[in-house]
C-alpha cells in the first residue's frame, strides 16, 4: 500500500523551463491538494481538487497551473520556472472529513 | 480570510517537562483540525485529528483540544523527551474545503 506517492523527488530547473510533478494516490480519495513549504512560512496551499475533473485555487496559486483527469492523480505544472518557485512541494489527499494523508515531499530549484 | 496561527513560533524545554503549544484561527466554520510533526528535511506525519464535534483527542503522551467557538487548539504533550524535538504544525480542514496551515512551533527537547 504506497499511500501518496510524489514523483520526482529532486529537480534542478533553468528559469522559464517547464514541468510536471506528478502527485498519485492509491486509496481513492476524492481529495487532493498541492502545497509548498519555504524556509519560516509553513506549507501554504496552491491549489486543490475536491474530485476527478475538479481544480479550485489556494492561498498561492499564480505560477501555477494544476489537472485532475483522473480520480488518483493530481498534476502541478511550472509553465515558466522562476527562482521564487524554489521550493518544497507536498502533495496530499484525503476521503470526506477524515485525516489528510502526504507524500514525502519534491525539492525543486531553479536556477 | 482564514488565517492559522501558532504560538509559541520556536520554545525549549527541559526534558520530562509537560507542554503546550497553541494553535489559533479565524473561521469557526470547520470540519476538523490535526496536528502534525515534522523533523528537519522530512515529510508530515500525523499526530491527531480531532473532529469539529469534539472537545478532545489523546494519544498515548499526547492531548488535543478544541473551543471551535474560540477558535482555538492547544496541543499537549506529557513527559517530554529528547526524541518529542521537531516542528509542530497545526491544519485547519475548513467548510470550503481547503487546508490551512499554521507557521508551526518549532520544539527543542534538552536532555
Known amino acids: 500500500n504506497a499511500g501518496v506517492t510524489q514523483t520526482p523527488k529532486f529537480r534542478v530547473l533553468k528559469t522559464g523551463q517547464s514541468m510536471t510533478l506528478l502527485c498519485a494516490q492509491d486509496m481513492n480519495h476524492e481529495y487532493m491538494y498541492w502545497y509548498r513549504q519555504d524556509p519560516g512560512m509553513g506549507l501554504r496551499l496552491i491549489h486543490y481538487s475536491v474530485g476527478e475533473g475538479t481544480t479550485a485555487k489556494g492561498e498561492v496559486p499564480d505560477g501555477y497551473n494544476v489537472s485532475r483527469l483522473k480520480k488518483q492523480n493530481f498534476l502541478l505544472g511550472l509553465e515558466s520556472a522562476a527562482p521564487s518557485q524554489t521550493s518544497v512541494y507536498f502533495c496530499?489527499?484525503?476521503?470526506?472529513?477524515?485525516?489528510?494523508?502526504f507524500g514525502q515531499g519534491t525539492r525543486l530549484t531553479v536556477v | 480570510k482564514q488565517e492559522v496561527t501558532q504560538i509559541p513560533a520556536a520554545l525549549s524545554v527541559p526534558e520530562g517537562e509537560n507542554l503546550v503549544l497553541n494553535c489559533s484561527f479565524t473561521?469557526?466554520?470547520?470540519?476538523?483540525l490535526q496536528w502534525f510533526r515534522q523533523d528537519p528535511g522530512k515529510g508530515l506525519t500525523s499526530l491527531l485529528l480531532?473532529?469539529?464535534?469534539?472537545r478532545e483527542q489523546t494519544s498515548g503522551r499526547l492531548n488535543a483540544s478544541l473551543d471551535k467557538s474560540s477558535g482555538r487548539s492547544t496541543l499537549y504533550i506529557a513527559a517530554s523527551q529528547p526524541g518529542d524535538s521537531a516542528t509542530y504544525l497545526c491544519a485547519v480542514l475548513y467548510r470550503d474545503d481547503k487546508i490551512i496551515f499554521g507557521k508551526g512551533t518549532r520544539l527543542h527537547i534538552l536532555p
Open positions: 480531532i473532529q469539529s464535534s469534539q
Open positions: 496530499a489527499s484525503k476521503r470526506g472529513n477524515t485525516e489528510a494523508f
Open positions: 473561521d469557526s466554520a470547520i470540519y476538523n
